[in-house]
């Protein structure tokens, strides 16, 4: 089997979900026997190309190549609300984008349940995220890295979040519950992929040159298990999300997860996460250090049912399936 993969991965869209994603399965897949991966190949030689975006570039790659064109759903219209500017105008233009392809692949329930609606009797198959929990594990020697890159002592407790800067990921829940406790360093990993497209993106500039010396902006990382081993608690304050894969790897690397109440991380995180409605409710979650051992406890275990070896799997299944329809 020869399979393509192709992501628009230029430049500050390389830490994008959808391409971290990508690069994952890529990788595991090319561990299988008997497949052939490629990456972003423009031959007509793949008997399925797997898309993980729909910008200028891949649509231009769907209409030459041959192949069963399969796409991930990683973004959806609801997820682009208090993400991006303009996100009315471009939530338009998504039904017509992905009625061009053979195949829908959705992440998580509420996600399949968002594009079934957008495209009845469109062909869909949910297959969720996966996570190499190889990679994901905790490295007690990077966790020493990070905190001396950045001076955080040994014994302070280190929250962390991993995602874009918009109000959609509920940057401006972190930054209060930064002022509240000042004895705790707050970390924030990624940036701007959109630029200055991003929402509320001067407001947020300017929001993070009043922060106090508790909060530290990493932006992008490159060994993105450093931060993982060198925090305590994982806070995800999202509202919304498709699938929020950075849970995952949280957990796979042991820690504890703080995340808002909402319906994608209930149906896939169910109660092996801690969930919050209010910012109070997560203070208190910050505060209880026996809670947050007792989440910790289990949390590696769960992400077992994630593993990418098996999603991988049922990748291959799906593409056996469309070759031969």
């Not at 994008?16 to 990508?22: F, H, K, P």
């Not at 796409?71 to 998504?94: C, D, L, M, Q, V």
């Not at 829908?104 to 968002?114: A, G, K, L």
Request: overall charge positive.
């Amino acid at each position: 089997m020869q399979v393509n993969f192709y992501v628009e991965d230029l430049l500050f869209f390389k830490y994008i979900g959808c391409a971290t994603v990508a690069k994952t399965l890529y990788r595991q897949l090319a561990l299988m026997p008997d497949t052939k991966v490629t990456w972003k190949s423009y031959s007509n030689h793949s008997e399925i190309d797997h898309y993980h975006t729909f910008g200028p570039f891949a649509l231009f790659h769907r209409r030459i190549t041959e192949g069963k064109k399969v796409i991930t759903a990683h973004s959806t219209p609801r997820i682009n609300e208090g993400n991006i500017a303009f996100a009315r105008t471009i939530n338009k233009f998504y039904p017509k984008i992905y009625k061009k392809f053979d195949h829908i692949i959705t992440i998580s329930p509420p996600c399949h349940q968002e594009i079934t609606r957008m495209l009845p009797g469109k062909e869909v198959t949910m297959i969720p995220n996966g996570v190499n929990r190889e990679y994901f594990r905790k490295d007690p020697a990077k966790r020493k890295q990070f905190r001396d890159t950045f001076d955080i002592p040994k014994d302070r407790r280190v929250v962390l979040s991993v995602a874009q800067q918009t109000p959609r990921k509920g940057l401006y829940d972190f930054l209060a519950l930064s002022r509240r406790y000042p004895d705790m360093t707050f970390v924030w990993v990624g940036g701007f992929p959109y630029g200055a497209l991003s929402k509320n993106y001067a407001k947020i500039k300017a929001t993070k040159r009043k922060c106090g010396n508790n909060v530290i902006f990493t932006g992008y990382v490159d060994e993105i298990i450093k931060p993982y081993s060198a925090a305590d608690v994982f806070f995800m304050p999202s509202y919304a999300e498709t699938f929020g894969l950075v849970i995952l790897e949280a957990l796979s690397c042991g820690l504890p997860v703080i995340a808002r109440d909402i319906p994608e991380f209930r149906e896939i995180f169910d109660d092996h996460i801690l969930f919050f409605r209010e910012r109070d409710e997560a203070a208190g979650q910050l505060e209880d250090e026996d809670l947050l051992k007792e989440y910790a406890r289990n949390s590696r275990e769960y992400s077992a049912g994630f593993d990418i070896r098996d999603v991988a799997l049922r990748h291959l299944d799906l593409y056996k399936e469309l070759i031969e329809s």
